[in-house]
T-cell receptor, first 113, second 113 residues
């Protein structure tokens, strides 16, 4: 079936540095999402994105976070600067429409040291 | 905003037994309901998407029930087998214009032979 690809699968970064997580959504999808999952806990919504704009974001989407999808390429989540509590698995997802099936990637495990 | 409680957090069953996971949500406007399966190191696999108009939904090896009066969604694994061992998440969406999925806290299911 359709696949959302996330690159890399694991990233280790020093606290205070910038990190960009990349997501290659399903090709004809228009809605994009990022979720955060701390080890052993639930998946928590961060942000959704459509037509070049953030549509909705949660309290977890701190000022240090930003998303973009320049020229239809990767959908990215940038964290600048990173903090220890940003360590988690970040899942990207995409869908064709607001109420259609959402496809998830396998996640990028971010470790901030 | 929407809150989703999921129980139990852990479930151990023997092969052939049934297992029931229940989610309780708070927003009466919730319209779309989902069950996802997450295997170790993998992304989320959609098991079933349920519309608020359908109360009983049959899948392969499982049944999903929606009780709108009590705002409960349940997943019943019938005749569990070791391949069902995973973390299961329910998710709820109000279904308006790209609204985010709000996930339950997850249930770790272990099926022993």
């Amino acid at each position: 079936g359709p696949k959302v690809l996330q690159i890399p699968s694991h990233q280790i970064i020093d606290m205070g540095q910038m990190v960009t997580l990349n997501c290659d959504p399903v090709s004809n999808h228009l809605y994009f999402y990022w979720y955060k999952q701390i080890l052993g806990q639930q998946m928590e919504f961060l942000v959704n994105f459509y037509n070049g704009k953030v549509m909705e974001k949660s309290k977890l989407f701190k000022d240090q976070f930003s998303v973009e999808r320049p020229d239809g390429s990767y959908f990215t989540l940038k964290i600048q600067p990173t903090a220890l509590e940003d360590s988690a698995v970040y899942f990207c997802a995409s869908s064709t429409g607001p109420n259609t099936e959402v496809f998830f990637g396998k996640g990028t495990r971010l470790t901030v040291v | 905003g929407e809150q989703v409680e999921q129980r139990p957090p852990h479930l151990s069953v023997r092969e052939g037994d049934s297992a029931v996971i229940i989610c309780t949500y708070t927003d009466p406007n919730s319209y779309y309901f989902f069950w996802y399966k997450q295997e170790p190191g993998a992304g989320l696999q959609l098991l079933m998407k349920v519309f608020s108009s359908t109360e009983i939904n049959e899948g392969q090896g499982f049944t999903v029930l929606l009780n709108k009066k009590d705002k409960q969604l349940s997943l019943n694994l019938t005749a569990a087998h070791p391949g069902d061992s995973a973390v299961y998440f329910c998710a709820v969406s109000a279904g308006q214009g790209g609204r985010a999925l709000i996930f339950g806290t997850g249930t770790t299911v272990s099926v022993s032979p």
